[in-house]
């Protein structure tokens, strides 16, 4: 399954309704995300599941200004609406495996306990 666009529009709804949402945040003159763009697509071809969307930067500057998008390309992993992963860089087509194989097992009850945790001590 090829990348959706994610736009101001449509991000909320994506997001609230898939367990697994990747998003690649990218620009049109950015050199190394042009080279991250296609191990994205062929990941999104391998694992039909999972939702992978893609944010323009230059065209949805509010989504990259609410994820505080300085460097791109930048990944951002929601699962079960769940921000789990973002960071900024290109990656191999094996580390991209690798963290897809890692999201699957992600217990996502201990992660929901530990912001309640976090919420707790921060109160």
Known sequence: ????????????ETIDNNTIVLID???SWCAPCQ??????EAASE???E???A???????????AHFQVR???MLAIFKEQILVFAQPGALPAAALDQLIDQLRELDMD????????QKESQA
């Open 1 to 12: 399954m090829a990348a959706i666009e994610l736009t101001n529009e449509n991000f909320q």
């Open 25 to 27: 945040f990218w620009a």
């Open 35 to 40: 080279t991250f763009g296609p191990i994205f």
């Open 46 to 48: 391998k694992n039909p």
């Open 50 to 52: 999972l939702i992978f």
């Open 54 to 64: 893609k944010v323009n930067t230059e065209e949805q500057m509010d989504l990259a």
């Open 71 to 73: 460097s791109i390309p």
């Open 110 to 117: 201990k992660v929901r306990a530990d912001i309640a945790k």
